[in-house]
């Protein structure tokens, strides 16, 4: 059979979603479980990289504890790297095959890449807390790149162009509430630098940022009051501008995680930063984050070549129907 002849495997715009979909759990699992190494103590468990050590691909012994988990981080990397892998292949073999999913999965690939390079470096650098600190928001960046993919993913193929499904302060609004969740993300590594937890145990010692701790969480703390201040504000304008359910549910569900975190946060910081709820409360933020960029992406639809709308009843088709009822009341009158 000629190459031309031979029949490559396909792949459905419903199949690739569940792709996008697992993309999206397994990379915020990677961001937890790299976290759970550092709150363990295991960031040196393996002394080298990319083998365990200088000898052995893997720990040389099953009670070297610190070494397994490390080792166990760096298997579960490898899962996401196959993960990735499909996403890209799943993008060009996806009918119809599009532009834009091919280039974010892709953007994965080159995420996952500096993730790597920048776990190597942090492991050769003994946790130096700056190269810590790009390794997390490496992996809040591929964060962004799978959510997006993962939306645009659930998009039409005949969808051309996107328009908004709130009024224009809203837009803004959400622009400005990306933007702070960013800062917060940005603060609270610098809170992680500065703080006990290095990733170092016994007699290896990482260094930290020359910073008090209360002050890095007070600003911290700022910050995550300043979101939640904008949240609350959204909420009041998009009740008040009668914004379509969709949308004010998805910025209750950012109310409702904010809320948890900042407890999760506060609780933390008074008891002792026990290792539980720092956790915790990088899971927190990954979710806090994903339900940001949810809730931004969001606020837009897609139009169909027909006009209607991917969502159905937008904030426009809403206005619509209420003018032709003030149109039909007062033809009665």
């Known amino acids: 059979m000629s190459l031309s002849a031979r029949r490559w495997p396909t792949v459905s715009p419903e199949a690739y979603r569940r792709i996008t979909g697992l993309s999206v759990v397994l990379l915020t699992m990677i961001v937890v479980t790299g976290g759970a190494v550092r709150l363990t103590g295991s960031g040196l468990g393996c002394s080298d990289w990319p083998t365990c050590s200088r000898n052995h691909l893997v720990p ?13 981080n760096r298997m579960i990397t490898g899962l996401v790297c196959i ?46 807390p700056p190269f810590l600190i790009l390794h997390f928001l490496v992996s809040q960046l591929l964060i962004v790149d799978v ?4 939306h645009r993913a659930g998009r039409p193929d005949d969808a051309t162009t996107t328009r908004p499904r709130v009024a224009p302060e809203i837009i803004r609004a959400g622009r400005a509430l990306v933007a702070v969740a960013a800062v917060a993300l940005v603060t609270g590594t610098i ?11 016994g007699n290896e010692v990482a260094k930290r940022l020359p910073l008090p701790v209360a002050d ?43 809320v948890l975190q900042a407890a999760i946060g506060y609780t933390q910081y008074f008891t002792g ?18 339900s940001v960029l949810w809730f931004y992406l969001e606020l837009f639809e897609t139009p169909l070549l027909g006009g209607e709308s991917m969502h159905g009843t937008g904030a426009s088709d809403d206005h619509a129907r209420r003018d032709e009822a003030g149109r039909d009341v007062v033809a009665q009158r």
């Open 60 to 72: 040389a012994s099953t009670s070297q504890f610190h070494a397994w988990i490390e080792f166990g």
């Open 147 to 150: 959510v997006v993919l993962h």
């Open 191 to 201: 809170v992680t630098g500065a703080g006990p937890h290095s990733g170092s145990n």
């Open 273 to 290: 930063v026990p290792e539980l709820l720092v956790g915790l409360h990088i899971l927190g933020a990954t979710c806090l984050w994903i």
């Open 83 to 128: 993960v990735v892998i499909a996403a890209v292949l799943g993008a060009l073999a996806r009918v119809p095959r599009r532009r834009d999913l091919t280039l974010l999965s892709l953007g994965l690939v080159v995420g996952l890449l500096l993730e790597i390079v920048f776990g190597g470096i942090l492991v050769l650098s003994h946790l130096w």
């Open 216 to 258: 890095a969480a007070r600003v911290h703390g700022t910050v995550d009051m300043a979101f939640l201040g904008l949240v609350l504000w959204l909420v009041y304008r998009l009740r008040r501008t009668d914004a379509p359910t969709a949308v004010v549910r998805n910025l209750e569900t950012v109310l409702v995680v904010g």
